[in-house]
């Protein structure tokens, strides 16, 4: 078992050097293409239509005419733009009825070519039953092509026929990348401005004599333009462009290709690695209480909800998970408890967000109020819903096992009257706890309230803000209430006094007004002052 397992292994690394062995080997350049044979021996090719069906001859029958052959590729060059062609190497026998060798090459979507290689009757004479080579490397093919190679005598006698398919190189075989014309693409490097959000793009390499098109896509099965491409006109191509993002997506990338006719497009993404930014498409209904996920990119994961009990800890809820294929990942009627999380596993690792943690979602509230060895639950809630509320025991730090003495009792609650629930128990510790939880939901998060004491107090998230509101508030509106009241009042007796000097003097006499107006000012100011004091 374990040997055969060494070999394979060897096997496996054997390959890929082979394979990277291909992709760094040279290609041979050519400027002409033709037929050469074997020196001293002439021969020619020209054009052939490969329709008739193939003769039998005894002699022939048995004999091997086409021994060997070796198919490669080559690069005719032309100043700097290449292409192309298929080189075929065969080692063959002639005899006296056969004069040459027919080769052809079709490929998927492409009508057979054929050349047939023949040899002079004086040629044949003095190399009858004698091996020669014959090569011909004037087929053109493209990268990536797969092509179908098939050789026949001539004249075509049956049992004589070699055929074998051949894969061409593709544009990642750094010698074709750089020399083939419809493998170059151009290489793009970019400077991010992440205070801008903006994209800086170069372009390196281009071919000279041609336009190019930039743009920033989505990458997936294939790239989604986010809007216009620029073209760069081929005087410009030393200019930079900038494009500006909204999110620093993964599958955000830049794009360039060839202003021609399917030219081939290079590709580079600047935040392959940053998957955080996926997580920010997490959307929660209200009223269908459904929490969803669109992934903004094509991504493989498994989405599943858990529970966070600590900053680092998130328990998984089991039978609970979905996978990212579908494009969308949707949890049906649960409750926003800020501890319900999603938790998103990828080949890379996982992530945690938690939705509800970063506001409050005022879908219900709890209090707890305790007076002597009687515990009361009150909850209220922007919606009819339905609880479960009893004690519960701290086993450990993250588990609360119901308590013996304890019954779970059912509440319902909606908008317009609060529930209270009587919880009457004489465990009164720090280790018992109240426990509440949603039960018209699917999945809902258990809330607790520990620490419970017997004395004649208020438990709830809010107490702090709620006593500030019954006291405080109330005290504040009165003492402003008193001093309007003052002010009202001195603004009305000096309005009583101006009235009091424009009265005639024969009705009441100067002194005697003056004397009683002072009267007046000196008992209402005494009884202000003083209930300013008693205030």
């Given at each position: 078992?374990?040997?055969?397992?060494k070999?394979?292994?060897?096997?496996?690394?054997?390959?890929?050097?082979?394979q990277?062995?291909a992709?760094?080997?040279?290609v041979?350049?050519?400027?002409?293409?033709?037929?050469?044979?074997?020196?001293?021996?002439?021969c020619?090719?020209?054009?052939?239509?490969?329709?008739?069906?193939?003769?039998?001859?005894?002699d022939?029958?048995?004999?091997?005419?086409?021994?060997d052959?070796?198919?490669?590729?080559?690069?005719r060059?032309?100043e700097?733009?290449?292409?192309?062609?298929?080189?075929?190497?065969?080692?063959?026998?002639?005899?006296?009825?056969?004069?040459?060798?027919?080769?052809?090459?079709?490929?998927?979507?492409?009508?057979e070519?054929?050349?047939?290689?023949?040899?002079?009757?004086?040629?044949?004479?003095?190399?009858?039953?004698?091996?020669?080579?014959?090569?011909?490397?004037?087929?053109?093919?493209?990268?990536?092509?797969?092509?179908?190679v098939?050789?026949?005598?001539?004249?075509?006698?049956?049992?004589?026929v070699?055929t074998?398919?051949y894969s061409?190189?593709?544009?990642?075989?750094?010698?074709i990348?750089?020399?083939?014309?419809e493998?170059?693409?151009?290489?793009?490097?970019?400077?991010?401005?992440?205070?801008?959000?903006?994209?800086?793009?170069?372009?390196l390499?281009a071919?000279?004599?041609?336009?190019?098109?930039?743009?920033?896509?989505?990458?997936?099965?294939?790239?989604?333009?986010?809007?216009?491409?620029?073209?760069?006109?081929?005087?410009?191509?030393n200019?930079?462009e900038?494009?500006?993002?909204?999110?620093?997506?993964?599958?955000?990338?830049?794009?360039?290709?060839?202003?021609?006719t399917?030219?081939?497009?290079?590709?580079?993404?600047p935040?392959?690695?940053k998957?955080?930014?996926?997580?920010?498409g997490?959307?929660?209904?209200?009223?269908?209480?459904?929490?969803?996920?669109?992934?903004?990119?094509?991504?493989?994961?498994?989405?599943?909800?858990?529970?966070?009990v600590?900053?680092?800890?998130?328990?998984?809820?089991?039978?609970?998970?979905?996978?990212?294929?579908?494009?969308?990942?949707?949890?049906?009627?649960?409750?926003?408890?800020?501890?319900?999380?999603?938790?998103?596993t990828?080949?890379?690792?996982f992530?945690?967000?938690?939705?509800?943690?970063?506001?409050?979602?005022?879908?219900?509230?709890?209090?707890?109020v305790?007076?002597?060895?009687q515990?009361?639950?009150?909850?209220?809630?922007?919606?009819?819903?339905?609880?479960?509320?009893?004690?519960?025991?701290?086993?450990?730090?993250?588990t609360?096992k119901?308590?013996?003495?304890?019954?779970?009792?059912?509440?319902?609650?909606?908008?317009?009257k609060?529930?209270?629930v009587?919880?009457?128990?004489?465990?009164?510790?720090?280790?018992?706890?109240?426990q509440?939880?949603?039960?018209?939901?699917?999945?809902a998060?258990?809330?607790?309230?520990?620490?419970?004491?017997?004395?004649?107090?208020?438990?709830?998230?809010?107490?702090?803000?709620?006593?500030?509101?019954?006291?405080?508030?109330?005290?504040?509106?009165c003492?402003?209430?008193?001093?309007?009241?003052?002010?009202v009042?001195?603004?009305?007796?000096?309005?009583?006094?101006?009235g009091?000097r424009?009265?005639?003097?024969?009705?009441?006499?100067t002194h005697?007004?003056?004397a009683?107006t002072?009267?007046?000012?000196?008992?209402?100011?005494?009884?202000?002052?003083?209930?300013?004091?008693v205030?």
């Amino acid at each position: 078992m374990e040997t055969g397992l060494k070999m394979k292994i060897i096997m496996f690394l054997l390959l890929n050097i082979l394979q990277v062995e291909a992709l760094n080997s040279t290609v041979k350049q050519i400027q002409q293409c033709g037929v050469h044979c074997s020196k001293g021996q002439h021969c020619k090719s020209r054009h052939h239509l490969s329709l008739s069906h193939c003769k039998k001859q005894q002699d022939l029958n048995n004999a091997t005419t086409i021994h060997d052959v070796n198919l490669s590729i080559v690069m005719r060059c032309e100043e700097d733009k290449c292409s192309l062609n298929l080189n075929i190497v065969i080692m063959m026998t002639l005899y006296d009825d056969v004069h040459g060798v027919v080769m052809c090459v079709h490929s998927a979507g492409m009508l057979e070519r054929c050349q047939i290689v023949t040899f002079s009757h004086k040629a044949r004479k003095h190399v009858a039953e004698k091996k020669v080579e014959v090569q011909y490397d004037c087929f053109s093919v493209r990268p990536e092509q797969d092509v179908f190679v098939t050789l026949k005598t001539a004249p075509n006698f049956c049992n004589n026929v070699w055929t074998q398919k051949y894969s061409i190189p593709n544009c990642a075989h750094e010698a074709i990348r750089r020399k083939v014309t419809e493998c170059i693409t151009g290489e793009l490097t970019y400077t991010v401005d992440t205070a801008r959000r903006e994209i800086t793009v170069m372009v390196l390499e281009a071919p000279k004599d041609i336009d190019y098109n930039l743009r920033l896509c989505l990458k997936g099965h294939t790239c989604i333009g986010t809007g216009p491409h620029r073209l760069i006109k081929r005087q410009d191509l030393n200019r930079n462009e900038s494009f500006l993002y909204s999110k620093a997506l993964p599958c955000l990338c830049i794009e360039g290709w060839p202003a021609s006719t399917n030219a081939r497009r290079t590709q580079i993404c600047p935040f392959k690695n940053k998957m955080q930014e996926l997580w920010s498409g997490v959307t929660y209904d209200q009223y269908t209480q459904a929490l969803s996920w669109k992934p903004m990119c094509p991504v493989k994961a498994v989405v599943s909800l858990c529970h966070a009990v600590g900053p680092k800890m998130c328990l998984d809820i089991g039978n609970m998970s979905l996978s990212s294929e579908s494009n969308n990942v949707i949890f049906s009627t649960l409750d926003p408890h800020p501890q319900l999380c999603m938790k998103f596993t990828t080949e890379a690792g996982f992530w945690i967000e938690c939705p509800f943690s970063s506001e409050r979602f005022p879908v219900w509230d709890l209090k707890v109020v305790s007076k002597a060895q009687q515990h009361s639950v009150e909850i209220t809630s922007w919606f009819s819903v339905r609880f479960s509320v009893g004690l519960c025991k701290l086993s450990s730090s993250t588990t609360c096992k119901p308590a013996e003495e304890s019954q779970f009792l059912i509440a319902s609650v909606d908008r317009t009257k609060p529930a209270v629930v009587n919880l009457s128990t004489s465990m009164c510790n720090s280790s018992i706890c109240v426990q509440v939880r949603r039960i018209d939901v699917v999945l809902a998060i258990e809330e607790q309230r520990c620490n419970l004491q017997c004395s004649d107090q208020q438990f709830d998230q809010w107490s702090e803000s709620e006593t500030l509101q019954k006291y405080a508030l109330p005290l504040i509106v009165c003492v402003i209430a008193l001093v309007m009241a003052a002010l009202v009042g001195n603004l009305t007796l000096k309005a009583c006094v101006w009235g009091q000097r424009k009265q005639k003097p024969d009705k009441i006499p100067t002194h005697r007004a003056t004397a009683e107006t002072e009267t007046l000012i000196h008992t209402v100011s005494e009884d202000m002052d003083t209930r300013l004091h008693v205030a």
